[in-house]
Structure formats: C-alpha cells, structure tokens
C-alpha cells in the first residue's frame, strides 16, 4: 500500500499547530509506512498534489485539512480506483461526521492508514460542472460561507457570529425549482443540495440524506424573520428540519435551480460565482473513501444500482 498524505496548514485547527507536519512525519516513520507527506501553498494546490500522487502510483491519498482540502483532493480521485482518506481539521467537517470518521488526530491517522481499513463507493455531486462531496447551497449559506472563509479565526463560535451578521443582511430571492417529479416556484432564503445529512458540527440539513443512495436531497427554506428563525434553528440540531411548513425537501439525481440573477454558490463551503441557472448532478459511487468498519455505507466492493431516475428539465 502506498499512500500519500496531503496538508493544508491553514485550514481549521490546522493553523493552531505548527507541529502537526513534524507529527505526521514521525507517524509515517513510526509504522514505516510506504508514504509521504506534502503541504499545500495556495487554493487548489491539494488538487494537483493529489493528482501526483496517482501518477506516483499511491493507492490512498490523505487530506489532512477541513472541507475545502477535502474537496481538492477527493476532485482528483474521482472516477479512480485509489482511496480517499480524511483526517478532518475544519470547522464543520460534515462529510466525516456522517459517516462516523474519527475527528480526533491520532484516530484517524490511524484509520488512513490501516491496509486492512473499510473502503466505501459515495457518490458526490456537480453544481455546474463544479464538485461536491457533502453540500452545496445558494442564498444564505453561500453568503456566510463567504464570509467565514475570509476569517483568521475559525470555530463553532466564528461560524455562530458570521451566520448572525448573514442572517442580519439577508436577502430573499425568487427561485424556481425542478426536481423529484415537481417544479416549486417561490421565494428562498436559501437552497441547498446535500450528498450528507449534515452540513457540519451535527447541524443535519438533510436528516436520512444517505451517501449511497444514487440520489442528493434539496431543502428549500423560504424567507425568514428573528422570530421564525429560531424554532429553524432548533430543528436543524434536532433532525426535524423538514417537518416544518418552511423547507420543501425533494430527492432526486438531477435538479435545476433558477434565480433570478447570476450569483454566488458554495461547493463543500468553497464559494464561487455562476450563472442565474444552477444544474446540479448527483454522480452515484464515484469515489472510494476510508470509512469505519461500522460506518452505514455500502462497501466499495458490493454492486449496486442507484435508486431514482434521470430527471430531464423542461
């Protein structure tokens, strides 16, 4: 088994630990293990180094960082027999916390890079022809993803004060959307479309969303006030989010979302502008991930056709 592990030093936790590259070298010689480690420069370096590690002939690659190192890295492995193996940093790491992924450093070390470790066939998504591993979203949640990414300090707190000066410049928006047999017209305050069930910290945006289903959840929240934002909230830690008469949730392998202007989005919490039309495409097990033995996923070796069908926009 040949591995690489590849380092953002800036994303999350990482920041506070100018160690942690020395740490992971000693790990890598402590278990001799046929691996190396590489530290990320700039956005979308982890892509590339990812992409060297294939042509090296790594069968695991090692994201060492929070959501976006995740998402470069696992952007390269897509479609390929090697596996992605997530030691989450970040502030939210939702994708890790769904499928029971240890958050803990020496923990998930030592699942990376265990050869005996459980290998599981996800599926992910495409939001304009952009990846995504756990969510992608419009509205609100793209708003305050912009903002947190322009922090120095992370954290559950960093994120509470950013979603407040968010929530506090809040727009709504007249969204139409087409998916799971129906089409929706109405104004959001946010849309988004989970792989998970949780955008992060156990926030569950989509409770029963599954990773291997062959199919991605929608929920639509339609504008809210102080007031009606609170019980929301509450739901979205309780796991009752799409009981409320707020959020429409639809499943479906393809949807397409229509603003009413071009705009900004986020892809695993990294934000980008695009057009006023957003295609979004689930890709069912297209990327083999390192999970825990009881992690309820389906093992990368089992066959299994997706649920659903294609859905064409009129």
């Not at 909230?233 to 392998?253: E, H, K, M, Q």
């Amino acid at each position: 088994m040949k591995a690489r592990f590849i380092l953002n030093p800036c994303s999350g936790r990482n920041v506070r630990r100018p160690w942690l590259a020395g740490f992971v070298r000693d790990f890598i010689a402590t278990r001799a293990l046929d691996a190396d480690l590489v530290l990320t420069e700039r956005p979308g370096h982890a892509t590339e180094l990812a992409q060297a590690a294939l042509a090296a002939g790594c069968d695991r690659v090692i994201a060492i960082g929070g959501d976006g190192t995740m998402n470069e890295t696992a952007q390269a492995l897509l479609h390929t027999p090697a596996a992605l193996g997530l030691v989450p940093c970040g502030s939210g790491n939702g994708l890790a916390l769904h499928l029971d992924i240890p958050t803990k450093l020496p923990a998930a070390l030592a699942l990376a890079a265990d050869p005996a470790a459980r290998v599981a066939a996800i599926d992910t998504g495409t939001a304009n022809g952009r990846s995504f591993f756990n969510a992608m979203g419009c509205g609100f949640d793209a708003d305050v993803s912009r903002r947190f990414n322009r922090l120095t300090r992370r954290g559950l707190g960093a994120y509470a004060r950013t979603g407040f000066a968010a929530f506090r410049a809040r727009q709504r928006e007249w969204t139409v959307i087409h998916g799971g047999g129906r089409t929706e017209a109405l104004h959001t305050f946010l849309v988004a479309v989970a792989n998970s069930d949780q955008y992060g910290n156990n926030a569950l945006i989509a409770p029963g969303a599954r990773v291997d289903d062959g199919q991605l959840d929608l929920v639509a929240v339609r504008p809210v006030g102080y007031a009606s934002a609170v019980p929301l909230i509450a739901r979205l830690f309780l796991g009752n989010l799409s009981d409320s008469p707020r959020v429409i949730r639809l499943r479906d392998t393809h949807f397409l979302i229509e603003r009413s202007r071009p705009g900004l989005i986020h892809t695993d919490g990294e934000t980008h502008m695009t057009g006023a039309t957003i295609e979004v495409l689930a890709q069912p097990r297209s990327l083999r991930l390192l999970v825990p033995a009881h992690a309820r996923v389906i093992p990368a070796d089992e066959a299994r056709a997706p649920r659903g069908f294609a859905f064409s926009p009129p």
